[in-house]
């Protein structure tokens, strides 16, 4: 059974990197025709998904964040992991791992809240 | 772009009745791509629909989806306690994910 699991820092200061990992149990993150994502979910608001990595490598971004994200796959650990540049306070959120197809996001991490404060 | 609008953003009804939400495309999604799920506090979404109208796995038969083009439906037929929750709509498209800003479902 996939099981996504993420984890990193809980606090982040403002203006530093938010780095992230993701690590994937039960299935390869080299299986074809899987997106590997990242979802964020602000305190009692809405989903936003942030970027995507397609089994081949290719990356996509949420174009509103697109010039501070950057996501990557490390195959020989099953993990791909997100990097989000010059965090501000609207950056606090639950951030979710998740792998989906273009159909829908089937598996889901439980998801761990980021804080940017100082 | 896509951008898809829920509504109402606030739907308060009692268990037993009947939920009808509404997700509205501001172009046309391919029906294969909209999805809906479900969100209770605390947790992660929870996959209910693909393909605008197939239920996921171990989903009850009082969820449906519905509908094509710009204008997608989700209906529980009879409203049991644990399906008061927050429910999303999902499409996806240009190899990006875009979701709706979300149905919550309170008990009247």
């Known amino acids: 059974q996939l099981q996504l699991q993420e984890s990193g820092p809980g606090l982040v200061k403002p203006s530093e990197t938010l780095s992230l990992t993701c690590t994937v149990s039960?299935?390869?993150?080299?299986?074809?025709?899987?997106?590997w994502g990242w979802i964020r979910q602000p305190p009692g608001k809405g989903l936003e998904w942030i970027g995507s990595?397609?089994?081949?490598?290719?990356?996509y971004y949420n174009p509103s964040l697109k010039s501070r994200v950057t996501i990557s796959v490390d195959t020989s650990k099953n993990q791909f992991s997100l990097k989000l540049s010059s965090v501000t306070a609207a950056d606090t959120a639950v951030y979710y791992c998740?792998?989906?197809?273009?159909?829908?996001?089937w598996g889901w991490g439980q998801g761990t809240l980021v804080t940017v404060s100082s | 772009e896509i951008v898809l609008t829920q509504s109402p953003g606030t739907l308060s009804l009692s268990p037993g009745e009947r939920a009808t939400l509404s997700c509205r495309a501001s172009?046309?999604?391919?029906?294969?791509?909209l999805a809906w799920y479900q969100q209770k506090p605390g947790q992660a979404p929870r996959l209910l629909i693909y393909?605008?109208?197939s239920r996921a796995t171990g989903i009850p038969d009082r969820f449906s989806g519905s509908g094509s083009g710009t204008d997608f439906t989700l209906t529980i037929s009879r409203l049991e306690p644990e399906d008061f929750a927050v429910y999303y709509c999902?499409?996806?498209?240009?190899?990006?994910?875009?979701f709706g800003q979300g149905t919550k479902v309170e008990i009247k």
């Open positions: 999902q499409q996806y498209g240009s190899s990006s994910w875009t």
């Open positions: 172009q046309s999604v391919s029906s294969s791509y």
């Open positions: 393909g605008a109208s």
């Open positions: 039960g299935g390869s993150i080299s299986s074809s025709s899987y997106y």
């Open positions: 990595i397609y089994y081949s490598g290719s990356t």
């Open positions: 998740a792998r989906g197809v273009v159909t829908a996001i």
